[in-house]
């Protein structure tokens, strides 16, 4: 099976409901489908060939679902972009996965300005103006109709890296299809009409939803920006069934004023995932919205590796905490816990979380040496310490590797240490994770300098933020004199300088 196949099935069988709403605007399964038949004939009488990578910078919008729908129908493999990322971080995701076409709508067109003269496979640069329209009505809604392989390229999804740079994780039709399944296994059943709403972009985490959604005859609902009032009202007038939200979207919306007392008879099934929950958050949200929370744990390179509903996430079970646990294994992943020799230990004893799905990765793109590093024996090791208790129920308690959770975004220290260290007052640099009340955690600087005069809290702040973004930007910094604690091999003992900010806690991961 293949997406576009799929795909172009349900556009037939639900041909007159609504598919696709973003504002204002609502198509049909047959008219969005035919806006991405349209946009396929296009991309293919540029030149562009099945297999060929085409990146992607967006919000959702009525053009995001063209795309998506269009670069299956042509056999084309996207490669999102993320909003938040600096101009260099484009640069890498482009580059190193040969992409020949950029698409990007027009609100992004200035991040992106002038790149093509940066990267010799980079061919064309589309962005979506305001002749748009027209020039989509101009092309052909006939489908082309291309042998399509379960086994060929669907997405290539970027994952942080400890060196600094990204790393491209490729879904096959085929595995995107099994994660899309099996995020949906344990959900409540879709059924036509039932409408999906999508708080992020469908192009990342929220995507993983949006073609489930359409095969089983739903209509998505695209919101291009967050806000808790808007969210709530949404809700309710469009009677919305399923969504996503991260931990810190949900602590936001259940602490909004008008948030009890409203009715939301359609909900089915609300998802948390992406970062550790707070029990309070959960509690307050399950006030709210009623029995209908799920929470669910996976990354890039494998998902979904476990789910659980309300019956287990509430529940008292003997020899379990449910509140604090990010689920049970899906029937179809396999998930233990290994020692630092990739043995498997005893229920409730820590060690690394090791994983496998339908839904996982074959690879890094075009990075056989981080492969190796990941994939041991057909298992992906995840870089969480974690616990599987004698029901199942499994916990993250701390990160083997040094990743930042904040906000549900991935933050690597080398990135910002490596921005950081370009200041000529910075001698040495590291960056870690500590709590903060409202993202979960957030990255804290320490820079050592040989004249504390000579480098700024500031300083530091916004040459972070303009060369990674400004959700890469410590939310604290620390500037001494001292060297920074290391190993015997000269390593930096980041959670020497991290342990502080973790006193009293009983696991090294937070959430909102």
Excluded at 87 to 92: I, M, Q, S
Excluded at 390 to 411: H, K, P, Q
């Amino acid at each position: 099976m293949d997406v576009r196949t799929l795909m172009r099935r349900a556009a037939a069988h639900y041909s007159d409901l609504e598919a696709v709403v973003h504002g204002d605007r609502r198509l049909t399964f047959a008219e969005s489908w035919g806006r991405s038949l349209r946009l396929a004939n296009a991309m293919l009488a540029a030149g562009l060939r099945p297999g060929d990578r085409i990146g992607v910078l967006e919000d959702n919008s009525i053009e995001a679902a063209d795309l998506f729908g269009g670069a299956a129908a042509a056999n084309l493999v996207r490669v999102p972009l993320y909003p938040r990322n600096g101009r260099d971080a484009h640069l890498h995701m482009l580059g190193h996965t040969g992409c020949r076409l950029l698409v990007v709508s027009g609100g992004h067109a200035a991040e992106v300005d002038g790149i093509a003269d940066e990267l010799p496979d980079l061919e064309q640069v589309w962005v979506r103006d305001s002749g748009y329209e027209d020039w989509l009505s101009g092309h052909s809604d006939t489908d082309p109709d291309l042998d399509i392989d379960e086994d060929d390229n669907f997405i290539i999804r970027h994952t942080g890296g400890t060196t600094g740079r990204s790393k491209g994780v490729a879904y096959t039709h085929k595995a995107w299809l099994a994660a899309g399944r099996d995020w949906f296994y344990a959900f409540p059943p879709v059924e036509p009409g039932d409408r999906c709403m999508h708080l992020g972009p469908i192009s990342h985490g929220s995507g993983y939803q949006y073609l489930p959604i359409w095969l089983g005859g739903g209509c998505n609902v695209m919101l291009d920006h967050f806000d808790t009032r808007e969210t709530l009202d949404l809700m309710e007038r469009e009677g919305i069934a399923y969504g996503f939200m991260v931990p810190t979207m949900l602590n936001a919306v259940v602490q909004d004023n008008s948030a009890r007392g409203r009715d939301f008879p359609s909900l089915k099934c609300l998802l948390i995932a992406a970062s550790p929950i707070q029990d309070a958050t959960a509690l307050a949200a399950r006030e709210v919205f009623g029995e209908v929370l799920y929470q669910g744990y996976g990354q890039t390179e494998v998902l979904p590796v476990s789910m659980m509903g309300p019956r287990q996430w509430f529940a008292e079970v003997e020899g379990s905490t449910p509140l604090r646990s990010c689920g049970l294994a899906l029937p179809f992943a396999e998930v233990e816990i290994w020692d630092e020799e990739n043995r498997r230990v005893a229920a409730n004893e820590v060690g690394e979380i090791v994983a496998r799905a339908d839904g996982m990765m074959s690879g890094f793109w075009n990075n056989e040496e981080a492969t190796r590093e990941r994939i041991v024996d057909g298992w992906i090791k995840t870089g969480d310490l974690g616990r599987l208790d004698a029901n199942g129920y499994l916990y993250i308690v701390d990160r083997a590797d040094d990743m930042i959770i904040s906000g549900g975004f991935n933050i690597w220290p080398a990135e910002l240490e490596n921005a950081i260290a370009n200041h000529p007052a910075v001698i040495e640099v590291a960056v870690f994770g500590v709590p903060h009340p409202k993202w979960g955690e957030t990255p804290h600087a320490v820079c050592v300098v040989k004249d504390p005069e000579d480098l700024g809290v500031d300083e530091v702040i916004d040459l972070a933020a303009q060369e990674l973004g400004s959700y890469k930007k410590p939310g604290g910094v620390t500037i001494q004199t001292e060297p920074l604690p290391k190993s015997p091999v000269g390593k930096i003992k980041r959670k020497d300088l991290r342990e502080p900010f973790w006193a009293g806690r009983d696991r090294r991961v937070s959430g909102s």
